[in-house]
């Protein structure tokens, strides 16, 4: 069974819902969030889908986190705005950081703006870094109920633990 | 029948326990004017996510959860319906107010009237899904889908016209989600 350090600190930290949908650089977490209880993981088809089911779940009562490529906050910034930003519904996200030069075409465009865009809609960001789990995670679940927003902790390469 | 009747006879079929997940704009509006209650949630943007809302609820209580959806709604978040259908959320119940077009924006048609949504349901692996005329029969039609299996879905085919506009429900967001998130957590 893959272990996730990352997952085991969001855990800690209170989260109990997990929906997103899996990229090359979150292979870890992806593989441990297999272990979560069948009610507590959606696998989801879109990243849309993923932030809505999590205002549900939020509804219900849960913590719940978004996991995604950074492409996919693209077709989230609907649901994002008009739900999540418009009714001041937490959400902590953990977002791949895609896009540098030396990555592959399809990831660039987008992948080199996540910030401005994040930062164009008011949404606070983090880099990961390595052995910082607890702390970011810790800061992830705080600032998002704080603030009633979704707030993002990026993650690079080295940073899948 | 009209949609916002059907609506309303929907409401009148559900227990006080169940949780509602009504779609973004007319169909939150009626249900608000037919029957406002706490564990209703009502959306107002994010077109395409009504089921997707209701899942993420289904799937982390053990109420029963009524989605009230439209059909350009559902079409627009059609992988919604792939979501519940894997995960299968015994306690879901789908309603597809179903008036082939996209009435709020000026009656636009829908392809709504060539793609047969239960058909999707059913491939998608909603056990028990149906379409239904609101004729005479649609109290017993409603009764069928809310004794079946879940999740279930109903498609049933309303009038294109309403009779009349339904006001804006006069909460902000704020108070809408914070209503509906204590009614349920007690938070």
């Not at chain 2, 029948?1 to 949780?19: G, H, N, Q, Y």
């Not at chain 2, 564990?39 to 209580?61: C, K």
Request: aromatic share 6%.
């Amino acid at each position: 069974m893959t272990v996730s350090r990352r997952l085991e600190a969001l855990r800690e930290a209170g989260v109990d819902y997990v929906a997103g949908v899996p990229c090359s650089y979150l292979k870890t977490f992806f593989a441990a969030c297999g272990a979560l209880p069948p009610a507590s993981y959606l696998p989801a088809v879109r990243e849309d889908h993923a932030v809505a089911a999590c205002v549900g779940a939020w509804l219900g009562g849960r913590r719940a986190l978004a996991v995604m490529q950074n492409s996919g906050i693209g077709y989230c910034l609907e649901v994002l705005t008009s739900l999540h930003l418009m009714y001041g519904v937490p959400l902590p996200m953990l977002v791949s950081d895609r896009g540098a030069p030396t990555d592959f075409e399809e990831h660039r465009i987008l992948g080199q703006r996540t910030r401005q865009l994040l930062d164009l809609f008011g949404i606070p960001w983090r880099e990961a870094r390595p052995g910082r789990e607890k702390v970011e995670a810790r800061w992830l679940v705080e600032t998002s109920e704080k603030e009633r927003t979704p707030v993002v902790l990026l993650v690079g390469k080295g940073t899948d633990v | 029948m009209t949609r916002a009747e059907v609506v309303a006879l929907t409401l009148s079929l559900l227990s006080e326990d169940d949780i509602v997940v009504a779609a973004d704009g007319a169909i939150s509006r009626e249900a608000y004017r037919a029957h406002d209650r706490e564990r209703t949630f009502y959306m107002l943007g994010s077109m395409g996510q009504v089921a997707s809302i209701a899942l993420g609820l289904a799937m982390t209580r053990l109420e029963r959860v009524v989605a009230l959806d439209g059909d350009g709604n559902l079409l627009m978040g059609f992988g919604g319906l792939a979501m519940v259908g894997g995960i299968k959320p015994p306690n879901l119940y789908h309603l597809v107010l179903d008036n082939g077009c996209y009435a709020t924006t000026g009656g636009q048609p829908a392809l709504s009237q060539k793609v047969d949504l239960s058909a999707a349901a059913l491939g998608a692996g909603y056990p028990w899904a149906r379409r239904s005329f609101s004729d005479d029969h649609a109290r017993s039609a409603l009764e069928s889908w809310l004794a079946a299996p879940g999740p279930a879905f109903l498609d049933i085919a309303v009038d294109a016209e309403e009779r009349d506009q339904a006001p804006r429900i006069p909460m902000t967001p704020e108070e809408m989600v914070a209503r509906a998130r204590a009614a349920l957590s007690g938070e």
